[in-house]
Antibody
């Protein structure tokens, strides 16, 4: 059974960098799945942030692309997100998930999520 | 970006009665290769989302057969034949045909009357 676990700071200062890691267990990050970040602002819907393949290929949401970096660490079976120049609008529950194949068909495994608040 | 509009926003349902959620897309979701990448997710209170249906009508393993998906082009529907207490939550449609970005609908909250 594949499991994903998000980790990182729960509080980030405005204009700072949000950094999160997703540890994958029960499966290899080198499989043919895209590994994805999705966020959900308080009381709102879901927003796809971006994804990465084990090769390092990435796809990003154009609305976040200029501030976003997603990377993979195959040796640790994990992938990471960095979002720079954060504002209060980046406050959200951040989920990592596994794409079902190329993610067009959605996500079959999700982490429990981590709440990140942007505040001084 | 493709906009997915769900209706209703809130759906109070009597236990054992059917429920239907609509998802309308701003563009046809038929991919050039012939597939239609419209998926449905359920998010129970306090939980992560869970995929129920992929590519319009394919039910995920472990999903009760009271859930079904249908539709084509720009109009899609998630049906619950007989609502049970465990079905309470928010339901989202998601498209993967025109991306990036992958986009989600705004959600429909199902509650028991």
């Amino acid at each position: 059974q594949v499991q994903l676990q998000e980790s990182g700071p729960g509080l980030v200062e405005p204009s700072g960098t949000l950094s999160l890691t997703c540890a994958v267990s029960g499966g290899s990050i080198s499989s043919s799945h895209w590994w994805t970040w999705i966020r959900q602002s308080p009381g709102k819907g879901l927003e796809w942030i971006g994804e990465i393949l084990h090769s390092g290929d990435t796809n990003y949401n154009p609305s976040l692309k200029s501030r976003l970096t997603i990377s993979v660490d195959k040796s640790r079976n994990q992938f990471s997100l960095k979002l720079t120049s954060v504002t209060a609008a980046d406050t959200a529950m951040y989920y990592c998930a596994r794409g079902y194949g190329d993610s067009r068909q959605g996500f079959d495994y999700w982490g429990r999520g981590i709440l990140v608040t942007v505040s001084s | 970006d493709v906009v997915l509009t769900q209706s209703p926003l809130s759906l109070p349902v009597t236990l054992g009665q059917p429920a239907s959620i609509s998802c309308r897309s701003s563009q046809s979701l038929v991919h050039s290769a012939g597939n239609t990448y419209l998926n449905w997710f359920q998010q129970r209170p306090g939980q992560s989302p869970r995929r129920l249906i992929y590519k319009v009508f394919n039910r995920d393993s472990g999903v009760p057969d009271r859930f079904s998906g249908s539709g084509s082009g720009t109009d899609f529907t998630l049906n619950i034949s007989r609502v049970e207490a465990e079905d309470v939550g928010v339901y989202y449609c998601m498209q993967g045909t025109h991306w990036p970005p992958l986009t989600f609908g705004g959600g429909t909250k199902v509650e028991i009357k």
